[in-house]
């Protein structure tokens, strides 16, 4: 990837908490910082209001998200935020709004979420409570880190559930798992890559439920921010990434050096979980090769109307932290992780398995040259079991820095890189200490610290 501004993030959070006074047709629009409060109160006039054409070749959708469903043996939970809340009534005066849009949307995509716990009543209550959308409206889910995504599918339906690429208008649409964590898988990342390369001649919407602007400081969420911009980065076509996760409405353009601003869309819950701005949906208006326009509506308030977003031009630029102090420098393919231990010892489904090759062995060449002005240096292992572990400027001379004597859980180990390694190449070799045992050195992952290790 292209080297990113080392630029401190800046972020603007659009939106804040609607008044509670009524909004009447003759009544001031009050601007709330960040778009303008209206008294539109249908998709027809917000279309016109905006210059927006609804038709076939340029539909809209309506975006959710985070609706939290708990099981009804859960209500009222003490420290529960969501559990003391009306859900079930944001949720079924939604579904009657949705039925009453005309035109009606092209398609509702809900960026996760949708059960608090992921259990199979959270997921049969939200299809009962969906069944009542008309059935002329598509629905696609994503599922967020509350969701258990196998029930999700199994529940719902896989073409609400599991058909997560679609074709709207002129755009081609791609909803992510972020799994638990904000991380793609092996299989999420090869989705991502073959959707982008058939995505060629079109724009582009990426749909997740982790939001790659929240939290800047937290590596998963940095490494999903770098997977989706390594992804999209050579597109001429507009991309935008739309989110949930973070219970609140932020528009920014994600920008990196060299490269055109990316429009990220992160929004808020769709019911009265904690949240700014919940419980709101979301209108996008999707011209041929741009989005023309969109808005938010805190749809059991109705007075209030919709709040028009500013055009894209005027959101606030987010430059991210690059990965420096912090990179991941390895990722664990866990599928060819398993095929290399069943081509070892032929473990079974259930099996713990090492990540090292067929010679009981992984040997890694790391360039660090080019962190050199962050000296000092330090290198931070995320391993268990038994292991040893050599590194050196060659791989002919390689000298042990760590040896796990036994068997060992999980540990964080960090080593400074010598001075003299830190203007060229460190090679790493990871070894089974005790191959013979089957148990295997097993590495969950290597980072590069720019600083020096408190």
């Not at 509702?108 to 059935?135: A, C, M, N, S």
């Not at 090869?190 to 982008?196: D, G, H, N, P, R």
């Not at 079974?348 to 790391?366: K, P, Q, W």
Request: some cysteine.
């Amino acid at each position: 990837m292209k080297k990113m501004h080392l630029i401190a993030a800046a972020l603007a959070v659009a939106g804040t908490v609607f008044g509670s006074a009524p909004l009447t047709d003759d009544a001031p629009k009050p601007n709330y910082g960040f778009g303008n409060e209206t008294a539109i109160r249908s998709v027809e006039e917000l279309a016109g209001a905006i210059g927006a054409t609804v038709t076939p070749e340029t539909p809209y959708l309506v975006l959710l998200s985070d609706l939290h469903l708990y099981s009804l043996a859960d209500a009222g939970k003490e420290g529960d935020q969501v559990c003391s809340r009306d859900i079930r009534g944001d949720l079924n005066k939604l579904v009657d709004v949705l039925n009453h849009l005309r035109p009606a949307p092209a398609l509702v995509v809900i960026t996760g979420d949708l059960g608090h716990t992921g259990t199979p009543d959270q997921y049969q209550e939200l299809k009962t409570i969906f069944g009542r959308l008309d059935p002329a409206i598509p629905v696609m889910a994503i599922p967020g880190n509350h969701d258990n995504p196998a029930v999700m599918r199994e529940v719902l339906g896989e073409e609400i559930a599991g058909n997560r690429v679609r074709k709207l208008g002129s755009w081609t649409l791609l909803g992510l798992d972020t799994g638990k964590t904000g991380t793609l898988s092996t299989a999420e990342r090869q989705l991502l890559k073959q959707t982008v390369s058939e995505a060629e001649n079109s724009p582009l919407l990426i749909f997740t439920h982790h939001t790659p602007i929240q939290q800047p400081g937290w590596e998963p969420i940095r490494q999903l921010r770098e997977d989706l911009v390594n992804a999209v980065e050579e597109r001429t076509l507009p991309t935008w990434l739309i989110n949930g996760h973070a219970h609140a409405n932020f528009l920014v353009r994600m920008q990196y050096e060299d490269l055109p601003a990316i429009p990220v869309v992160t929004h808020t819950s769709s019911s009265s979980s904690f949240g700014y701005d919940a419980p709101a949906l979301r209108v996008i208006f999707l011209g041929e090769k741009q989005i023309s326009g969109s808005a938010i509506w805190r749809y059991t308030v109705p007075e209030c109307g919709f709040r028009i977003d500013p055009p894209v031009a005027e959101w606030p630029i987010y430059t991210p932290v690059p990965r420096d102090p912090l990179r991941e420098l390895f990722f664990i393919d866990r599928d060819k992780q398993k095929e290399l231990a069943v081509e070892r010892r032929g473990v079974g489904e259930h099996e713990r398995y090492d990540y090292v090759d067929a010679d009981g062995r992984l040997l890694l060449a790391i360039p660090v040259a080019e962190y050199a002005k962050n000296a000092p240096l330090t290198l931070e292992f995320d391993l268990e079991s038994d292991y040893i572990v050599r590194a050196g400027g060659a791989e002919d001379s390689l000298t042990e820095i760590f040896n796990s004597g036994s068997r060992r859980p999980r540990k964080t180990l960090r080593w400074q890189v010598p001075a003299e390694l830190q203007h060229g190449i460190v090679y790493l070799e990871i070894c089974d200490r005790t191959p013979e045992d089957g148990f295997g050195a097993f590495l969950h992952g290597i980072r590069l610290l720019g600083e020096r290790a408190k």
